[in-house]
């Protein structure tokens, strides 16, 4: 059997509204999440043993040990499924920056999960895929989807979006790291913002979404910035390249810039390149078609 490969797209919170931290530690969300046609690669073959092999610019900050949240969710597929850890050879292309507010950890899971279930024969719904990727996160379930959603909760509860209409987008990340538990207690130091879920667009048009999500907040982009000042560099430097929106995605280090065409986007992508050759850029398109599966 030829191994079966797929993309682990990035994830974008095209806004973050975040409400008072509750007595469990955690915090209260919404969000309209979307999935880029940039991200990490997975491919898995049937083996012997379960393994992990890390390739590409950015494994060298990974291990592939028990803490591995591709191992994780496989080895939580296994045990629900009464096979113990799958016997497939997981090769896992990093091609996201760590810690970058992307969902690069989760979305591989998720991508690995997918395809374990076709290389084993097991035929499980998404929706039990779902339960096991819990595992690695409360963006397990939304990233093993991979589809546009309201992320509500503390990012659990998903609510399908409209598909959205193809935003061409400038990722920019200034490689340096942005820890969530630190972001997320300086924004507890101030006041605390509602976790609202905003009315949706009167149309879903390219014009009329970015509008609109101009209108909305991440709460965490002005913690972050204040304790990673390079964020707010990457923010001014997306502004001073034409993008019609600017915003921070989840807890940072990486800002997105909407453009409103892909020669736009392009454009900008290679002068932030130029200007910043130590940041991670990349033109993309946020939408639905981002996950397909190759064999």
Request: charged share 20%; glycine share 10%; proline share 9%.
């Amino acid at each position: 059997m030829s191994p079966l490969e797929a993309l682990a797209p990035a994830k974008i919170n095209l806004f973050l509204h975040v409400g008072a931290v509750r007595p469990d530690g955690y915090h209260p969300l919404s969000s309209l999440v979307a999935f880029a046609d940039v991200g990490d690669r997975i491919a898995v073959a049937p083996a012997d043993r379960l393994s992990l092999a890390i390739t590409g610019p950015f494994a060298p900050a990974l291990h592939a040990d028990d803490d591995n949240l591709v191992l994780r969710a496989l080895r939580e597929l296994g045990r629900m499924a009464g096979i113990g850890a799958p016997p497939l050879a997981v090769t896992l292309d990093k091609a996201l920056p760590i810690a970058a507010g992307l969902g690069g950890g989760s979305s591989d899971a998720g991508a690995a999960l997918k395809l374990a279930n076709r290389a084993l024969g097991l035929e499980l719904p998404e929706s039990e895929l779902a339960d096991i990727a819990r595992i690695v996160g409360a963006d397990g379930p939304m990233c093993l989807i991979a589809r546009s959603a309201w992320a509500e909760g503390i990012g659990e509860v998903l609510t399908p979006a409209p598909a959205l209409p193809p935003l061409h987008a400038v990722l920019a990340n200034p490689g340096r790291p942005s820890p969530t538990g630190a972001v997320y207690r300086a924004y507890d130091a101030g006041p605390p913002q509602p976790d609202d879920r905003p009315a949706p667009p009167a149309d879903w048009s390219t014009a009329t979404v970015i509008d609109w999500l101009a209108g909305q907040r991440n709460d965490l982009e002005a913690p972050a910035v204040a304790i990673e000042p390079a964020i707010g560099e990457a923010l001014v430097a997306m502004r001073v390249s034409g993008a019609r929106l600017t915003r921070m995605s989840g807890s940072g280090a990486t800002v997105f810039g909407l453009f409103g065409d892909a020669g736009a986007a392009a454009t900008a992508a290679d002068e932030l390149g130029r200007n910043h050759g130590d940041w991670w850029v990349r033109a993309t398109v946020l939408g639905d078609k981002t996950a397909e599966t190759s064999q």
